[in-house]
């Protein structure tokens, strides 16, 4: 089956990368979830996209700066548009409690390409370790010298190579760093990689694909996954095709 993946939880309906988003995108039936971790300035994981705090929270700084008892007093929903929640920024930790109550696979992007965050790596492998969750997550970046040092910490724990522009055979590039997956842009993830990839063993999971027409075009090419904002509609896109095949 096909994975739906709620890119930073159901991002389209709830405030990104919240507690509220998570569990909406399993209410709506995503088969996983992603999420982006950084540290904060007591060396906590946290769970935020952008490194600057302004646009998700409405405070200046970033995130690097503050500790996480500061960071736990922001209001992590500031900038969603839709109706007027408070959410808090949080920790890995704290969403791996909750993943303890599902079977939700977990995506985790290690945000380290504008700051290095030494330890980051360490520290969020230890906390799958404590969970047990080595199979239910994959460790994901920019950054592919950090995914073949996560490689070396725990050669156990799938990553995946996030990127944007075209790689030469990526599917190649991908086992040359021990990596299982790649998560190319959409536009970057042409036909010709998709069944190449697939063919050579190596998961394919675009981003961010948030219309219909995308949503049936990587379904119809069999992508291991998708990446998406809307995990109701990709559940209703996928559901739709699977019943035309039947």
Known sequence: ?????????????????????FIEAQRVGANGIEVDVQLSA????????????NRTTGVKGYVKDWKLSELKKLNAS?????????????????????????????IIELKNTVFEYHGLEEKVIQLIRRYG??????LASFNHYSLVY??????????????????????????????????????AAHDVIVKESLNAGVAIRPYTINTEAQ???????????????????????????????N
């Open 1 to 21: 089956m096909m994975h739906i993946i709620a890119h930073r939880g159901a991002a389209s309906t709830h405030p990104e990368n919240t507690m509220g988003a």
């Open 42 to 53: 007591d060396g906590e994981v946290v769970i935020i996209h952008d490194e600057k705090l």
């Open 78 to 106: 500031f900038g969603h548009k839709g109706k007027s929640v408070s959410e808090k920024i949080p920790t890995l930790a704290e969403l791996f409690d909750w993943l303890q109550t599902n079977q939700l696979s977990c």
């Open 133 to 138: 969750f080595e199979n239910r997550v994959i």
């Open 150 to 187: 996560c490689y070396r910490l725990a050669p156990d724990i799938e990553t995946a190579l996030n990127y944007r522009e075209g790689i030469f055979m990526p599917w190649i590039y991908a086992k040359s760093i021990a990596a299982k997956g790649i998560h190319p842009q959409f536009r």
């Open 215 to 245: 949503m049936k075009h990587f379904f119809k090419k069999g992508c291991s996954g998708i990446i998406t904002d809307d995990p109701k509609l990709a559940k209703q896109v996928r559901d739709w095709l699977i019943s035309m095949t």
